[in-house]
């Protein structure tokens, strides 16, 4: 086989893989691994979802089925109206973070990430990571449970507050507390910390037993999303939207939202957490070192036409009591920010897998390391790529040589092949050992020009996926045209540069003696440039680099190295 068939076999396989890719993610999802159910000692709490795991009961899907929401948001009751006209907002400020507190639970009902602007073109509009709008649902809800039917501070109850508004200002943490009391005289005061700097937020339970019994509550923390229109895709493939688990045997399993609708996940934990991750962002909840709990999936379906369908995914402990006098603490952290490795790996135990490179993760990690490396010297995304580029050539260069060397010896040996041709016609078998007894004589190695393609590929791929899933690089200019590297040319001024330049690369190689498949490598870099249009614009800047780069090695180490020889 020569180069320029394997060439081409390589380019399609490529492009076969990434549509692969796609109706994978698309019809396909990943299944959630079996999980043998075990029983709580103290027995499930009456009404929960049948199959959710028992180190705590997890709220059901009646439970959870309809959150209170800001005025001007339809709900589906007379109860959850009656609770929601009693609602408080508190409106937190910090240097990260807008951030809307419902008086219902205590719960997070809208956070905007104010250092991520929605687009290029709406930079005064953070990017709302949460919201309870039933079109792009995601809360992060959380409550302490009686597994003795008594009252207990859940999602849906009323709380008091302090005050109804927070900012930073120059203090380094906010400290939002909620209170909620029972007729009986306990008192539970949920805490949130937000700290200047952090994407971590804290979650702190007092409860204060001013009762004359025992109070047994246990502690659940759960994300409720609804997959909507604010969510960030390319126009390609699209990078995993759903929902994470991470223990300490299996650090990170995907539950997707059709595999909650089929049945309810559940499985023990332990140092573990629950995610709901997205493009570029995650919401996480992650319970202190060493506790363990139950990770839990529901589905809740509305049978109102008015209502959304929604997922949730969430944590449940098991029961601490609180002696009647006595006082006790529930703790949890949840992260929700932007998915940098970095903040993701400090705020829990492989976490920083959220941001998913792939099966080519042991090269992507490299590589993302070096293109980072260069980006602390220069300070612009688009000339770390083209520096990367160039280190990788460099690293590269022996092995380019000696491809270029075989290749150049092909070439001159095409008056030879197109006499071959002549001479057997369309006999393949005799033109077939013709040509290799030509290749033994000249001392020609046939595939010495494919070995830098083979290596290049997953190097392509896995600088696809870096690109593709490193939030660095949203909304990261260039130059000039190019306001934004993670999504496609807006003139495709960059696949046309590729497509010329891979047309020239051709004309250095030796041409099939095969007319037709000549004439199909030539339609070669148009089908590229089509293609590569809709790729963001970093991964094409590389592509065009790359093949600018390797044009000039090659004509360097043919004219020049080989002329030297």
């Known amino acids: 086989m020569d180069n320029q068939r394997l060439f081409l076999y390589t380019a399609l396989g490529l492009i076969s893989f990434l549509i692969y890719l796609t109706w994978m993610q698309t019809y396909h999802p990943v299944q959630p691994p079996a999980v043998v159910q075990t029983t709580a000692e103290t027995g499930a709490t009456a009404g929960a979802t049948a199959g959710v795991p028992a180190v705590g009961a997890a709220p059901s899907s009646e439970e959870v089925g309809d959150l209170p929401v800001a005025a001007g948001t339809s709900t589906t009751s007379a109860v959850s109206a009656a609770v929601a006209s009693s609602e408080q907002l508190v409106t937190v400020s910090t240097d990260l973070y807008d951030i809307t507190l419902s008086s219902i639970g205590g719960t997070l009902t809208k956070l905007d990430l ?36 008594v009252p207990a501070p859940t999602h849906k109850e009323p709380m008091a507050i302090a005050q109804d508004s927070y900012a930073l200002g120059d203090t380094n943490e906010i400290k939002v507390p909620f209170t909620w009391t029972s007729e009986d005289g306990v008192v539970v005061t949920k805490t949130y910390t937000f700290t200047r700097g952090s994407y971590e937020i804290g979650l702190d339970y007092t409860v204060d037993n001013q009762s004359s019994e025992p109070y047994v509550v246990n502690q659940y923390r759960q994300l409720k999303r609804k997959p909507g229109t604010k969510d960030e895709k390319q126009s390609f493939i699209n990078t995993y939207i759903g929902a994470v688990v ?21 499985q023990d934990v332990t ?97 993302f390391w070096l293109l980072k490396t260069i980006h602390g010297f220069v300070g612009n995304w688009g000339w770390a790529i083209v520096l990367t580029v160039l280190v990788i050539k460099a690293l590269l260069y022996k092995l380019s040589e000696a491809a270029y060397k075989s290749m150049a010896r092909m070439k001159k040996l095409q008056p030879k092949m197109a006499a071959l041709k002549e001479r057997h016609g369309d006999d393949r078998a005799a033109m077939g050992q013709a040509t290799m007894e030509l290749y033994k004589k000249e001392k020609v190695n046939p595939l010495g020009g494919c070995l830098p393609m083979l290596v290049q590929m997953p190097i392509f791929i896995a600088l696809y996926w870096a690109l593709l899933e490193s939030v660095e690089l949203r909304q990261a200019p260039w130059i000039l045209w190019i306001e934004d590297l993670s999504i496609r040319d807006p003139f495709f001024i960059l696949p046309v540069l590729m497509a010329a330049a891979m047309y020239f690369q051709q004309k250095l190689n030796p041409a099939p003696v095969d007319p037709i498949q000549a004439k199909v490598m030539q339609f070669l870099p148009l089908i590229f440039g089509v293609f590569f249009a809709i790729f963001p614009a970093g991964l094409v800047l590389y592509w065009v680099v790359n093949n600018v780069l390797s044009i000039a090695q090659q004509w360097y180490i043919t004219r020049v190295v080989i002329g030297e020889d």
């Not at 991470?246 to 609708?261: A, C, H, L, P, T």
């Open 246 to 266: 991470s223990n300490s045997e299996d650090v990170y399993q995907k539950v997707d939202f059709g595999d909650m609708e089929d049945e309810n996940y559940n």
């Open 114 to 149: 104010l250092e991520y602007p929605v687009s290029i073109d709406q930079q005064d509009e953070p990017f709302s990571l949460m919201n309870s709008d039933p079109l792009d649902l995601l809360v992060a809800e959380s409550g302490l449970q009686s597994r003795q039917g």
């Open 271 to 367: 140092d573990g957490w629950v995610a709901m991750i997205e493009h570029y962002f995650a919401a996480a909840w992650i319970p202190v070192a060493g506790e363990k709990n139950s990770a839990y999936s529901l589905f809740v379906e509305n049978s109102n036409p008015a209502d959304y369908n929604h997922y949730v995914i969430g944590m449940v402990s098991a029961s601490q009591t609180v002696p009647a006098g006595g006082q006790g603490t529930f703790s949890s952290k949840a992260y929700a920010g932007p998915k940098i490795q970095e903040n993701l790996a400090a705020a829990a135990d492989n976490l920083e897998l959220t941001v998913d490179f792939g099966f080519l993760t042991i090269i992507a990690q490299p590589l």
